[in-house]
């Protein structure tokens, strides 16, 4: 079963502005993790943020973590048409490889 | 260093029938774990092999099974086949032993698309 949601299901935005996603989860967590899928394709790994820590960077991502409120939030800066994919957060507990995955946001950035 | 590869990439396959799927991952990734991605139920974890030992299982029936092998490249198999088994079948590997350092990032192979008439 999935650990949680993500929110929201759908977002479009026009190229250039910002995009955030959320994430909900249920459980303790070791870590969380935002991977991208394009089009059904496999997922590709964009950030990892681990439980004592409460906002990483990479690039134009930014991600912020809050154990109190077992969410998370991915944030996109400047979007780009190519940014268009679906977007997923994963967690893990313990020392498990084993990742949960959220519902994931389908992102569309119009050119 | 070359990704995860999955082998094949598409297969239809009739109810009833088995099918192996096929995962090599990254060269001097040792943890290896399949997951199972549909538009119902999302991604599912399968299970995870480490050293040629299953390490953790998800919740799917017994026709599901994998195994790997001493060159860590691992396969699953899945017997009886049923239409909801049709679904993306996703391999990733992580970095994990004290030689070569650990990683609890996954990097996912392309996937295999089940198709189960």
């Known amino acids: 079963s999935q650990q949680g949601e993500e929110d929201p299901q759908a977002l479009s935005i026009q190229e250039g502005e910002n995009a955030t996603m959320n994430c909900s989860y249920k459980?303790?967590?070791?870590?969380l993790q935002w991977y991208r899928q394009n089009s059904g394709r496999g997922l590709v790994h964009l950030i990892l943020i681990r439980s004592n820590e409460r906002e990483k960077h990479s690039g134009r991502l930014r991600v912020t973590l809050d154990t109190s409120k077992k969410s998370s939030s991915l944030l996109i800066t400047a979007s780009r048409a190519a940014d268009t994919a679906s977007y997923f957060c994963?967690?893990?507990?313990?020392?498990?490889?084993?990742?949960?995955f959220g519902s994931g946001t389908q992102l569309t950035v119009l050119p | 260093k070359a990704g995860v590869t999955q082998t094949p990439r598409y297969l239809i396959k009739t109810r009833g029938q088995q099918v192996t799927l096929s995962c090599s991952p990254i060269?001097?990734?040792?943890?290896v774990s399949w997951y199972q991605q549909t538009p119902g139920q999302g991604l599912q974890f399968l299970f995870e092999?480490?050293?040629?030992?299953?390490?953790n299982k998800g919740n799917f029936p017994g026709r599901f099974s994998g195994r790997q092998f001493s060159n860590s490249r691992s396969e699953m198999n899945v017997s009886t086949l049923e239409l909801g088994d049709s679904a993306l079948y996703l391999c990733a590997s992580s970095l994990e032993g004290s030689a070569g350092g650990s990683s609890y990032e996954q990097y996912f192979g392309p996937g295999t698309r089940l198709t189960v008439t």
């Open positions: 092999y480490f050293s040629e030992t299953q390490r």
């Open positions: 060269s001097g990734h040792r943890s």
């Open positions: 459980t303790s967590i070791n870590n």
């Open positions: 994963a967690t893990s507990s313990g020392s498990a490889r084993q990742l949960t």
